[in-house]
């Protein structure tokens, strides 16, 4: 019996979204980042008495690719699954019915459902700061009803979630940072999760791998990586409509659908 938190966490939002839902269990836990390279022989071999938080972004509304192809891999042997949708305040729209059907696929067990808000990858103004401390009750409040659903054993059912099929066309944001006073140290090189980073030349970026994940721009030491500031503040102008105001976390469980801020 233990705790996986399974998530794919470019710039950390999602980490700790993962870790927060996580706290509601007393279990032995241990991670799987889907960032790293990893042969699927290490996939740990699942229970049906494991708990496994899985979470990843919304990229244009989908589970990322590289994230899905690695979920597809594994082997839930009927593990109950919390599937988490984290989002940048704009929307989650198919990133959580595309995540059920891949780990249904997989041989999980659907327990329950969240989307969460976490701080914009690509413009930190929007949902600033979150998940705070509001979310972090929140989401433990969440965690521990959905832990005494899965301790009574119910639903028997995965639970209703909002999302299309066919889901909506897979798109990621076209923006590729770059490196102005790179020192051609290339741990952004060496961490990019598609390798779209040149590790002879670290300070550009193949632009037709490039996810716009924005892992690069975070683990940066000399923090000389980034978008066209022009650029950026253009498109920020653009979202700040869909982007603004405060969206709310939200549980999802057979039969009921809960809707707390």
């Given at each position: 019996m233990k705790l996986y938190q399974i998530y794919f966490s470019p710039t950390g939002g999602t980490k700790k979204i993962a870790e927060i839902i996580s706290q509601a269990w007393s279990y032995e836990?241990?991670?799987?980042?889907?960032?790293?390279?990893?042969p699927e022989s290490s996939y740990p071999v699942f229970t049906k008495d494991d708990i496994c938080v899985i979470a990843v972004p919304s990229f244009g509304g989908r589970v990322p690719e590289?994230?899905?192809?690695?979920?597809?891999?594994?082997?839930?042997?009927?593990?109950?699954?919390?599937?988490?949708a984290v989002y940048g305040n704009r929307a989650f729209e198919d990133t959580l019915i595309e995540l059920k059907d891949t780990?249904?696929?997989?041989?999980?067990?659907?327990?329950?459902?969240?989307?969460?808000?976490?701080?914009?990858?690509?413009?930190?103004?929007?949902?600033?700061?979150r998940p705070d401390s509001d979310?972090?009750?929140?989401?433990?409040?969440?965690?521990?009803?959905?832990?005494?659903?899965?301790?009574?054993?119910?639903p028997l059912d995965a639970p209703p979630m909002p999302g299309?099929?066919?889901?909506?066309?897979?798109?990621?944001?076209?923006?590729?940072p770059n490196g102005y006073q790179c020192n051609n140290c290339s741990l952004c090189a060496q961490q990019c999760p598609v390798q779209a980073i040149?590790?002879?030349?670290?300070?550009?970026?193949?632009?037709?791998?490039?996810?716009?994940?924005?892992?690069c721009v975070a683990v940066c030491p000399q923090h000389s990586r980034g978008l066209d500031p022009l650029?950026?503040?253009?498109?920020?102008?653009?979202?700040?409509?869909?982007c603004s105001g405060r969206k709310d976390n939200q549980l999802f469980q057979a039969a009921d659908l809960y809707c707390q801020s």
């Open positions: 836990k241990e991670s799987i980042d889907l960032l790293a390279s990893v590289i994230a899905r192809k690695k979920l597809q891999a594994m082997k839930g042997n009927h593990a109950s699954a919390i599937l988490v780990l249904m696929d997989s041989g999980f067990f659907i327990a329950a459902a969240i989307s969460a808000v976490a701080q914009h990858s690509i413009f930190p103004l929007f949902a600033a700061g979310d972090t009750e929140e989401l433990i409040r969440f965690a521990k009803q959905i832990k005494t659903s899965i301790q009574q054993g119910t299309n099929r066919p889901y909506k066309e897979y798109h990621v944001i076209p923006m590729n040149p590790k002879e030349n670290p300070s550009s970026v193949i632009k037709e791998r490039c996810i716009s994940c924005m892992h650029f950026l503040s253009a498109a920020e102008l653009k979202m700040k409509q869909v």
